[in-house]
């Protein structure tokens, strides 16, 4: 986990330095892919599955290196082609993963914060689930572990190949020639996160293409058909915890109301969007028909609101680098109440940003939660030198004041899981 921390704290930087540059370029061609309050909850999932990580809660049925030990027929010498084929193997179980994420209906729940925002953009990219606590796609790794690929390398592959998906979540980059042929490009990809019928459901592939040419699941980005992006069921929401558990929480209530006992057990495994007949009528969920001239969801934001939001967010990433850079000397219970507290700021500000009451709740248990953390690191760590734990007990005060000056001078209240 430590390791995995250092390259994390390397690579985020670069996103966000990658970030920057794509809003410069598109409002050098004239385009608008970012807007405030979108970007700063696209970066706060980042944030939060940054914090996931480091808690390492994922529960692993099977593990790849359990099953290299068991499978394994060959004993492969670590060369440069080994990589590639690890690879080349880990982007086909990703093919795989990931079409079976968007087609069956309790696996979209792993999903649906990656498709969840109404841009295109570098900054959707880090939208990642928390979701997913139990690993359940050992299987596709039996190829690989049969061949002999030790755990090792696909340890050092694994992270390659997730960050080799950030480049091209972007609109500024047009069709590349000769590589549409070969590998997912920002037109293949527009094309997966569009929810218009000609290219729902198409482009599963992560990094190479040809998976989807394969397996029948390709199209091509059309001149006269502009991709419109979202979900059909839009979020409603720019909190990254109510959307990573929203369709969840859809399923459960859908399984306890519905009357047939087939349809609780089935509607978990049916196709994505399947819900029994008996609460669909009596809990309709709102779903897009004519994406042309759907309206995106806003939220009231003045330039102080939209100040302040960035501070948060900017502050909670402070923190969490802290957390990063201290991993090692942080007991797991202490470091798992720093994250509780950080998951709560983010909770807070984001619920703020939908103008929703629970901000208040949520920031007050934050603020105590906070001198709660202050007063325990004070008396464990008594050389840490005073004058930090002064700006963050200002911080605090700061956060709960501005929080109910900001909500209670535009209060618009609305339902915890917008349908």
């Keep these: 986990m430590e390791a995995y921390s250092k390259v994390l704290s390397i690579a985020i930087p670069g996103f966000l330095l990658l970030i920057v540059i794509e809003s410069l370029i598109a409002r050098w061609q004239g385009l608008q892919v970012n807007r405030p309050m979108d970007t700063i909850s696209s970066l706060s999932s980042g944030t939060t599955n940054t914090l996931k990580a480091l808690l390492g809660i994922a529960i692993v049925i099977i593990s790849y290196g359990w099953l290299e030990a068991r499978l394994g027929l060959f004993e492969i010498q670590s060369t440069v082609l080994l990589y590639l084929l690890a690879f080349v193997g880990h982007d086909f179980a990703g093919y795989w993963s990931h079409r079976f994420n968007h087609k069956i209906n309790v696996l979209w729940n792993r999903h649906i914060i990656h498709h969840s925002s109404e841009e295109f953009n570098l900054s959707c990219a880090l939208r990642q689930e928390i979701s997913a606590f139990v690993g359940v796609y050992f299987f596709l790794y039996i190829p690989m572990a049969f061949i002999g690929i030790p755990a090792e390398v696909v340890a050092v592959v694994a992270p390659i190949h997730l960050f080799a998906q950030f480049w091209y979540h972007t609109r500024v980059i047009n069709k590349m020639g000769f590589l549409e042929h070969i590998i997912v490009t920002p037109s ?5 996160h569009a929810i218009n019928a000609e290219y729902i459901d198409k482009n599963f592939s992560e990094i190479f293409i040809v998976w989807d040419k394969w397996f029948g699941t390709f199209q091509p980005e059309l001149q006269d058909v502009p991709p419109i992006y979202g979900t059909k069921r839009p979020a409603g929401s720019w909190n990254p915890v109510i959307i990573n558990f929203m369709h969840l929480a859809m399923l459960a209530r859908d399984a306890w109301y519905t009357s047939r006992w087939w349809d609780k057990l089935r509607l978990w495994f049916m196709p994505t969007g399947w819900r029994p007949a008996d609460v669909e009528d009596r809990f309709p969920v709102a779903s897009i028909g004519d994406v042309y001239n759907r309206a995106k969801y806003d939220t009231p934001a003045s330039a102080g609101f939209q100040a302040w939001s960035w501070t948060q967010l900017i502050v909670a990433n402070i923190l969490m680098y802290i957390l990063m850079a201290n991993l090692s000397e942080l007991s797991y219970p202490l470091l798992a109440v720093s994250v509780l507290f950080l998951f709560l700021s983010i909770f807070a500000y984001t619920s703020l940003m939908d103008r929703h009451w ?57 339902a915890l899981f917008a349908d």
């Design 188 to 192: 293949h990809h527009r094309v997966h």
């Design 358 to 414: 629970i901000s208040v709740p949520a920031e007050i248990i934050k603020v105590t939660l906070g001198f709660g953390l202050l007063w325990f690191v004070a008396e464990r760590y008594a050389e840490l030198p005073n004058a930090w734990q002064y700006v963050f007990a200002g911080y605090l005060l700061i956060s709960i004041l501005a929080t109910l000056s900001f909500y209670y001078r535009d209060r618009a209240p609305k």
